[in-house]
C-alpha cells in the first residue's frame, strides 16, 4: 500500500509522517495507524531516503503481514475448534459424555496459545511503513482512494 504525507519529525532512522487518512481505509488500521476514522493521522516509518521535516514523501507499508495475523487470529482458531468437535464426536461412542463440546474447547484454548506465541514471536519484527521517496512539494498523493 502506498501513501503520501508530510514530514512532521524526525527520529534518528524513522521519520514520523501525517498522512491523509481515506474513507476506504478508515477503519482498516493496515499501515500501523492505530486511529480510526477520517482526517489526517501521524504514522511511524523507517526513514530509507533520509527525509527531513516539511518534505512530502511516498510510504509504502507491506500488507501481506496482515494477511498472516488475520489467517491466525480467525481461520486457526476455527480450524481448531472444527478439530476438536469432529474428534470429540468419533470418540462420543466410548463415553458418557460429550467429548465433542469438551474437545472442541480443548483445541481452541490451544490455537489460543498458539496464536499468542506467534503474535510475540512475530511482534518485534515488523515495521508497518518505509518511506521510499521524496515527492515535490506540490505533490497531494493519490488521485483514488485505493489502498
Do not use: W
Not at 487518512?21 to 488500521?29: A, E, F, L, M, T
Not at 530509507?48 to 500488507?63: C, E, F, L, P, R
Not at 495475523?69 to 474428534?87: D, E, R, T
Amino acid at each position: 500500500m502506498e501513501q503520501v504525507g508530510l514530514v512532521v519529525e524526525v527520529k534518528e532512522d524513522k521519520a514520523v509522517v501525517a498522512v491523509k487518512r481515506h474513507d476506504v481505509c478508515s477503519k482498516c488500521g493496515g499501515c500501523g495507524v492505530a486511529a480510526s476514522g477520517r482526517g489526517e493521522t501521524q504514522l511511524e516509518a523507517l526513514n530509507k531516503v533520509n527525509a527531513t521535516v516539511g518534505q512530502t514523501v511516498k510510504i509504502y507499508s507491506d500488507t501481506s503481514h496482515i494477511l498472516k495475523a488475520s489467517f491466525m487470529v480467525y481461520i486457526v482458531p476455527l480450524l481448531a475448534l472444527l478439530a476438536g468437535l469432529f474428534i470429540g464426536q468419533q470418540l462420543e461412542g466410548s463415553a458418557g459424555l460429550r467429548l465433542d463440546v469438551l474437545l472442541g474447547a480443548v483445541f481452541l484454548l490451544i490455537s489460543y496459545f498458539l496464536v499468542r506465541s506467534y503474535d510475540r514471536k512475530v511482534a518485534g519484527r515488523q515495521l508497518a511503513a518505509a518511506v521510499v521517496e521524496i515527492l515535490p512539494a506540490a505533490c497531494e498523493g493519490p488521485t483514488d482512494e485505493k489502498c
